[in-house]
């Protein structure tokens, strides 16, 4: 009798807590499974999107590869800013506006054009990272080739860290100061970067320091 007695009475503990407590129980159950189920889709959606950037970019690389194509530069242009544009968190889209901006500057003569794109790109880069160190440097060359040299050199000092591309951003630096007029400068420049070469001595770079009357062995 005493078992039955603490049953009943475990049975109707049990009911009790239920009735106190069994709501926000089924709410919070609920809340956990809208909270799974919410997050399969959000990465379903997520993946969907990667896959048709990815779509999109090799598109984008076939008709820049399209030398035969009249309409190419449209094309090019239409998917780099659908990309921009449909896709702007995706790395695809910092890609075409890369692309893009080559054509501008390579194809078209617009550096003015490819900075608009590069600037874009850039503010989705943030300020570290191997892609960030690209496009600045795509940036400061378009700047660079629209004769905007100060905004050039702004540009190369924002990069905080160039790691391997301390060279190449140095003597770059001292192509704009030697089209600024000051020669001095770009000589300290052009031998920063061979400083910096880990790939060695480069013979375009050699070139310049001969121009400015360094010889190899200065």
């Known amino acids: 009798m005493a078992e039955m007695r603490t049953e009943e009475e475990t049975v109707q503990a049990i009911k009790d807590w239920w009735k106190k407590n069994g709501s926000s129980l089924l709410i919070g159950i609920a809340a956990a499974l809208a909270i799974v189920f919410g997050w399969q889709a959000w990465q379903n959606h997520q993946m969907q999107q990667r896959t048709e950037a990815a779509s999109q970019f090799a598109e984008l690389i076939n008709a820049y590869s399209d030398e035969t194509d009249e309409n190419r530069a449209d094309t090019v242009a239409y998917i780099a800013k659908e990309l921009q544009e449909e896709y702007s968190d995706s790395a695809f889209a910092i890609y075409g506006m890369l692309m893009l901006a ?46 905007k040299y100060d905004e050039a050199l702004a540009t190369i000092d924002s990069v905080n860290d160039a790691g391997s591309f301390s060279a190449i951003f140095t003597e770059l630096r001292g192509d704009i100061l030697l089209a600024q007029g000051n020669r001095e400068g770009a000589r300290e420049a052009y031998l920063a970067a061979r400083e910096q070469n880990q790939q060695g001595r480069s013979g375009i770079l050699e070139l310049k320091l001969s121009d400015l009357g360094v010889g190899e062995g200065a």
């Open 102 to 147: 080559r054509q501008q500057v390579m194809d078209q003569g617009d550096p003015e054009a490819a900075i608009e794109s590069l600037t874009w790109a850039q503010e989705k880069t943030g300020e570290s990272g191997p892609l960030t160190l690209v496009v600045r440097n795509r940036l400061a060359r378009a700047q660079f080739a629209a004769e």
